[in-house]
């Protein structure tokens, strides 16, 4: 079934330019079976660089995670999803409040949530066999958590390669005071979908140990992109390109895209023909505003960006599937325009090959960056793998065979990385965000950073203010669950 739960939401303008974040608060943690939890506290930890959250209210969601029959473009098939649709529902809640969720395990093994981008207590992280055990089938789990950032995070399995299938969606925290200016907002999820069309993911990843990774693709720069999986359906909202979302707006709107990137395996280049974006947020938090064509999206990243509608017609919403061959769509439609012919579902918008969004572009905004100086901790990090079996390391040791990489509360820590594989990595954190040191001083704070293929390099700097394990990994989900991951433990 389609998701009744798409955003088209209108808001009242302010005429500011900022939005103010919050930091890290208390964490209530609840575990629960059979519908029953048993609630503990978590310490608070707070960060230098963002303020503690006034608290809110409580928001509470159920969600079942099982089986389901999904429609994708008139086809029937069989997956697995929350509350029986593809994305599940979107969880929006307000910076401070404290987010509970009782998840339902009705699918035939276990499972886990994790809230992805937001740093919540370590118990709360959904990382199963480090922040909880898995949540059995036929058994329940309650999240609890104080929300300590505003901003467009992710929420999804991390069991698995359960990620490939369509247990995601969005999770939305707005500020307790909204001064981004905009008429309308949309969130747009971006996929790869194989499920139940091709095979299950489990398919596909013996298939990548059968070929080796597909070392032809390899070697002729297929694998360069977001990944060696070619998959038949590229969809934008859970919708493939013959049946595509559309967005309306009206000639004169200022109107907010939430982009988010849950694919288990292809980064995306984005585009909207007829139209520029202002990026002004990268993975939830404020950077300067920045004026592009296009943006390049890896797996587990998300941006915000503004468009002025002033430009009349019916346009193509792309969603390029980098290195591989497939497009995920959707349309912009003014209404004004009635029922006009829309795009064919292959156009690639010219803005495609126009400016591309890049991580020296981006300059943090609104919050106290790193001010040079020497990290109290630096680990140097080697990405490779893929090149005679399908293994996928971090300074050649595969998870969960690795050594923690170690850090202490209050130090501030540098992680060094360079990547000797032939595929880009999107590289995540878990518990925390770092900034990006990038060729513009001041760079962004993200989670999750593509660390580009042959010899790319790229450093980032974050404060160890949320004691736990947590777990570092590259978020195409062949890759970690090939070994490319590693736990970021506290000392003492």
Not at 357 to 375: I, M
Request: net charge negative.
């Amino acid at each position: 079934m389609k998701n009744p739960n798409r955003c088209n939401r209108s808001f009242g303008p302010t005429r500011r330019e900022f939005l103010r974040f919050v930091g890290f608060g208390a964490g209530v943690l609840a575990l629960g079976g059979c519908g029953f939890p048993a609630v503990g506290t978590q310490k608070e930890t707070t960060s230098p660089i963002l303020p503690t959250p006034a608290a809110g209210h409580l928001r509470e969601y159920a969600f079942e995670a099982s089986p389901l029959d999904f429609e994708l473009g008139g086809q029937l098939v069989q997956t697995w999803g929350y509350n029986g649709a593809v994305p599940g529902p979107e969880i929006r809640v307000t910076e401070g409040d404290t987010l509970r969720v009782n998840v339902q395990n009705r699918l035939p093994e276990d499972t886990t949530i994790h809230w992805h981008g937001l740093a919540v207590p370590s118990a709360m992280d959904g990382v199963p066999g480090l922040s909880q055990p898995p949540i059995k089938s036929g058994e329940d789990f309650v999240y609890e958590f104080l929300v300590p950032t505003a901003g467009t995070y992710i929420y999804h399995s991390h069991v698995g390669l359960q990620l490939d299938r369509g247990l995601y969606g969005s999770l939305i925290v707005e500020p307790n005071n909204e001064e981004l200016v905009y008429d309308r907002e949309y969130a747009l999820l971006l996929d790869d979908w194989a499920d139940g069309v091709s095979g299950t993911p489990e398919d596909a990843s013996d298939e990548l140990e059968r070929t080796r990774g597909g070392m032809s693709g390899m070697m002729d720069g297929g694998m360069m992109g977001g990944g060696a999986v070619e998959y038949p359906s590229y969809l934008v909202n859970g919708r493939p390109s013959k049946d595509p979302e559309i967005m309306s707006v009206r000639r004169g709107e200022r109107v907010r895209l939430r982009l988010m990137n849950p694919a288990a395996e292809t980064i995306f280049r984005f585009a909207i023909a007829g139209h520029k974006l202002t990026v002004t947020h990268a993975d939830g938090l404020l950077v300067e505003p920045v004026e592009v064509d296009s943006l390049r999206i890896g797996m587990g990243e998300r941006y915000d960006a503004l468009l002025e509608a002033d430009n009349p017609g019916v346009w193509q919403i792309a969603a390029s599937a980098e290195g591989k061959n497939g497009l995920g769509r959707a349309l912009l439609r003014y209404e004004e325009n009635g029922e006009s012919s829309p795009p064919p579902p292959d156009l690639r918008p010219t803005e495609m090959d126009g400016r591309l969004l890049a991580y020296a572009d981006l300059k943090a905004k609104g919050l106290e960056s790193f001010s040079g100086g020497t990290p109290d901790r630096t680990h140097r990090l080697t990405l490779s793998g893929g090149m005679g079996e399908y293994a996928w390391t971090i300074d050649g040791q595969r998870y969960p065979n690795a050594d923690p990489l170690e850090v202490r509360e209050g130090e501030r820590v540098r992680f060094e990385m360079q990547n000797r594989s032939m595929m880009a990595h999107p590289i995540h954190l878990h518990g925390h965000s770092f900034q990006v040191n990038n060729d513009g001083g001041q760079g962004p704070f993200k989670d999750t950073v593509l660390v580009e293929s042959r010899m790319g390099q790229i450093s980032f700097d974050f404060m160890a203010n949320n004691p736990g394990e947590w777990f570092f990994h590259c978020h195409n989900a062949y890759h970690m669950e090939s070994g490319m991951a590693r736990v970021v433990s506290y000392e003492g």
